[in-house]
């Protein structure tokens, strides 16, 4: 079985670049990853190696390998660094939906960065995969990330009881999704 040969999408907004994370990129994801506050509701404990870097960014090729998913590295477009991820995964085409997850520098929260990300990557999973729905699991506690998604038109539709268990506890998780006809209304 061949690779996809298809480009990897670059999208640019007023003030990003969301491209393709590269192993180039390992020390740049580490630092953010290595950060508790970032990693509170991410699931995974907070990195202590670049090699565990490297492993997410692995992650990343195999869901793209796979079409289960894809993950853009959120840069400034003045600087190619690396300072959070914005993507889809558990894409499942047939149904026409998929997940997105995303996550942000804290040296950089508060500047609208996320929420700049978040559209375009949504616009682009509306436009490009003819998605229907996009949906957002999120943990009770985490008030920005259930701000953010409410902002760009999610619909918060319930909650899904010790739906994961991370960390070594059972997680609670609301569902929130965004149709493509709600999306277009917000433009």
């Not at 939906?97 to 990300?117: C, D, F, N, Q, V």
């Amino acid at each position: 079985m061949t690779k996809n040969l298809v480009p990897f999408p670059i999208i640019e907004t007023n003030r990003l670049v969301l491209r393709k994370i590269n192993i180039s990129d390992a020390n740049s994801i580490f630092r953010y990853l290595s950060d508790k506050e970032v990693m509170k509701y991410y699931g995974l404990a907070p990195f202590e190696t670049v090699d565990e870097a490297l492993s997410e960014i692995a992650w990343y090729q195999s869901i793209l390998d796979n079409k289960k998913g894809i993950r853009w590295g959120i840069t400034l477009k003045e600087e190619d660094v690396v300072i959070g991820s914005c993507g889809f995964l558990n894409m499942v085409p047939e149904h026409h939906r998929t997940e997105i997850g995303y996550e942000l520098s804290s040296s950089y929260w508060g500047k609208g960065i996320a929420s700049e990300a978040l559209h375009a990557v949504i616009s682009y999973g509306f436009e490009c995969f003819n998605l229907q729905r996009i949906e957002a699991l999120i943990e009770p506690p985490n008030i920005p990330s259930l701000k953010l998604v409410e902002k760009q038109g999610f619909i918060r539709e319930g909650l899904l009881r010790n739906y994961e268990f991370t960390g070594g506890k059972f997680d609670d998780l609301y569902m929130y999704s965004l149709l493509k006809q709600d999306f277009v209304e917000l433009k």
